[in-house]
Structure formats: C-alpha cells, structure tokens
T-cell receptor, first 115, second 118 residues
Framework: GAVVSQHPSRVICKSGTSVKIECRSL??????MFWYRQFPKQSLMLMAT?????????EQGVEKDKFLINHASLTLSTLTVTSAHPEDSSFYIC???????????FGPGTRLTVL | AQKITQTQPGMFVQEKEAVTLDCTYD???????LFWYKQPSSGEMIFLIY??????QNATEGRYSLNFQKARKSANLVISASQLGDSAMYFC???????????????FGGGTRVLVKP
C-alpha cells in the first residue's frame, strides 16, 4: 500500500519557538493532505486540509496564523507550529488519499512536547 | 450532535474469541463512507476495513468484518478469533459526501480500547 512518512517522529522544544513537521507521500502524488491532532487518550481531530499550490483550509477553531501549512509540491506538506506553548503539546498526524477512493493513508505521527 | 459515536470506551476480550465494537453515525448525506482504523501504542493508524453507503454487502477483510445496518446508522466492527496483537485503540471514522480521488477528510469517533487477554 501507499506510504506516508512524517518527520520528525518526536520533537521537544521550548515555549515560544517554532516547530516544522513534514509529511511526505513516498510513492504517490498527493494533491490533498490532511492534518490531524490527537491529545492523549482522545480521538483525532481534523485541523486543516492542505492543498497543493493553494491555501490550506482550516477547521473551525484552528488558528491559521499559529498552524502554518505549506503544500509546495505533490509529495510534501509541512505544518509549522509557531510560537509553540505547552498546550500545543500533542500528537500530530497527516494523511493522504491513495489510488482508490476508499483509501486514506496516515503517516506515523509526530509527538510534539513543548516545555 | 456527534457525527460518530463509539459507546464502548474500553473492553476486554479473551484470546481466540470474537469481539464486536460498536459505531453509530449521523449524517444527512446519502453518500458517505465508513472506515475502521486500529491504533496500537506506537500511534500509527492502521486501516482495517471500509464500507461505502451504497455497498450492498457487508465488507470483510480477513478477520475483520463490518456489520453495516444502514437504517439504524450503525457500522459495527467484528474481529473474529482475537489475537494478543489485536490489543489497541480502534477508531470508527466517516467521510461525508462522494469520495474524492484527491483524498478525503474523515471525522473520527472517540475510540474503543481493546485488551486481549491470554
């Protein structure tokens, strides 16, 4: 099946710094990718839809200036958490559609800890 | 209202037995898709099974089957012959509207934690 990778898998940063998370589709092109956030013992919540070559679409309540999304190529979307604070500590997961319309592949996730 | 509801926060199952995980959904869109994912402690989301709203037959994938009851808006996952490696969180998710080749955003339920006992 299709593979989606994320980098880094874990990151610890100081409060106030920015962190960039990469999501790559390894063996297919993804015009659309999705970014989810998962707090401990909770479900995945969609943050935004990343569109190649255009602006991301953010879900209600997600600050677009805080969570910057760039989808500059058909295989790469990046999520930058700007001026991170401890409450941004979470598990961030990206996903992309596969060749079949019922396929939705997820990256392995990035665990962000803000001190 | 919750779009996807999983009423069982956690459950134990004996190895080799079958287990049913409940999922109910709420949508007014006639076209939708229902997914089940497994999330082990590593955090990765592993796709298990898919059911489209117009699919006549219940989906099956190996030991996984989906009990799709459209009128009741339920899509329960049945895992047969449970194995120790099945211990994980299980999420039901829904795509509303027609599937898009570019990818589909999903709404997830709260999840059910399954622990398989030897």
């Amino acid at each position: 099946g299709a593979v989606v990778s994320q980098h880094p898998s874990r990151v610890i940063c100081k409060s106030g710094t920015s962190v960039k998370i990469e999501c790559r589709s390894l063996d297919f092109q993804a015009t659309t990718m999705f970014w989810y956030r998962q707090f401990p013992k909770q479900s995945l919540m969609l943050m935004a839809t990343s569109n190649e070559g255009s602006k991301a679409t953010y879900e209600q309540g997600v600050e677009k200036d805080k969570f910057l999304i760039n989808h500059a190529s058909l295989t790469l979307s990046t999520l930058t958490v700007t001026s991170a604070h401890p409450e941004d500590s979470s598990f961030y997961i990206c996903s992309a559609g596969g060749a079949a319309v019922n396929e939705q592949f997820f990256g392995p996730g990035t665990r962000l800890t803000v001190l | 209202a919750q779009k996807i509801t999983q009423t069982q926060p956690g459950m134990f199952v004996q190895e080799k037995e079958a287990v049913t995980l409940d999922c109910t959904y709420d949508t007014s869109d006639p076209s939708y898709g229902l997914f089940w994912y497994k999330q082990p402690s590593s955090g990765e989301m592993i796709f298990l099974i898919y059911q489209g709203s117009y699919d006549q037959q219940n989906a099956t994938e190996g030991r996984y089957s989906l009990n799709f009851q459209k009128a009741r808006k339920s899509a329960n996952l049945v895992i047969s012959a449970s194995q120790l490696g099945d211990s994980a969180m299980y999420f039901c998710a829904m795509r509303e509207g027609w599937a898009k080749a570019a990818g589909n955003k999903l709404t997830f339920g709260g999840g059910t934690r399954v622990l398989v006992k030897p």
